[in-house]
Antibody, heavy 122, light 107 residues
Framework: EVQLVESGGGLVQPGRSLRLSCTAS????????VSWVRQAPGKGLEWVGF??????????EYVASVKGRFTISRDGSKSIAYLQMNSLKTEDTAVYYC?????????????WGQGTLVIVSS | DIQMTQSPSSLSASVGDRVTITCRAS??????LNWYQQKPGKAPKLLIY???SLQSGVPSRFSGSGSGTDFSLTISSLQPEDFATYFC?????????FGHGTKVEIK
């Protein structure tokens, strides 16, 4: 069974850093991209970025609002993806989901974690 | 960035009704369009990918159509468990933008 479990959320002050983890199981982690999607309280979904699989270059891309502050990385030996969030702003407050995504074809995100809540507040 | 416009933003319907939600892209995205269902407090769930392909395990009352800039999600006979919010997402280019969502409520 495919599973993705996020962890690392919590309350953090503006300007500080936080690292989220996404632990994957039930599939070959290295064969898929991993994306992060966030949802501010009561709002819609916002794509944050993704990390392609090695077969597709292992590159990363981000939405403009987090570029230069957030970094996605992955540890294939542990099947864990990370979202390093620096210089956090109050507008980064959201539930953060990690997803398994396809690197080719329709690029669909077919499995999602349960999400982890990040609150940026002083 | 490609803008995704969903309509309506909300609708009220009864069990058994046929419901259609539309999504328009600001430029052609060919068929790189996915639909997700989200229930309160839960993660989104993939329903349709590639504009019209049904994700494994999703009931056949859900269907998707469209190409280019105009797409639709249809629920042929609304069931109690279908009351939720639905989002479209384009995967033609990055950032992979979402529509603002359509909340389907009980009439």
């Amino acid at each position: 069974e495919v599973q993705l479990v996020e962890s690392g959320g919590g309350l953090v002050q503006p300007g500080r850093s936080l690292r989220l983890s996404c632990t994957a199981s039930g599939f070959t982690f290295g064969d898929y991209a991993v994306s992060w999607v966030r949802q501010a309280p009561g709002k819609g979904l916002e794509w944050v970025g993704f990390s392609r699989s090695k077969a597709f270059g292992g590159t990363t891309e981000y939405v403009a609002s987090v570029k230069g502050r957030f970094t996605i990385s992955r540890d294939g030996s542990k099947s864990i993806a990370y979202l390093q969030m620096n210089s956090l702003k109050t507008e980064d407050t959201a539930v953060y989901y990690c997803t398994r995504a396809h690197d080719y074809g329709d690029y669909r995100a077919d499995f999602w974690g349960q999400g982890t809540l990040v609150i940026v507040s002083s | 960035d490609i803008q995704m416009t969903q309509s309506p933003s909300s609708l009220s319907a009864s069990v058994g009704d046929r419901v259609t939600i539309t999504c328009r892209a600001s430029q052609s995205i060919i068929s790189y369009l996915n639909w997700y269902q989200q229930k309160p407090g839960k993660a989104p769930k993939l329903l349709i990918y590639g504009a019209s392909s049904l994700q494994s395990g999703v009931p056949s009352r859900f269907s998707g159509s469209g190409s280019g800039t105009d797409f639709s999600l249809t629920i042929s006979s609304l069931q109690p468990e279908d009351f939720a919010t639905y989002f479209c997402q384009q995967t033609y280019s990055t950032p992979r933008t979402f529509g603002h969502g359509t909340k389907v409520e009980i009439k």
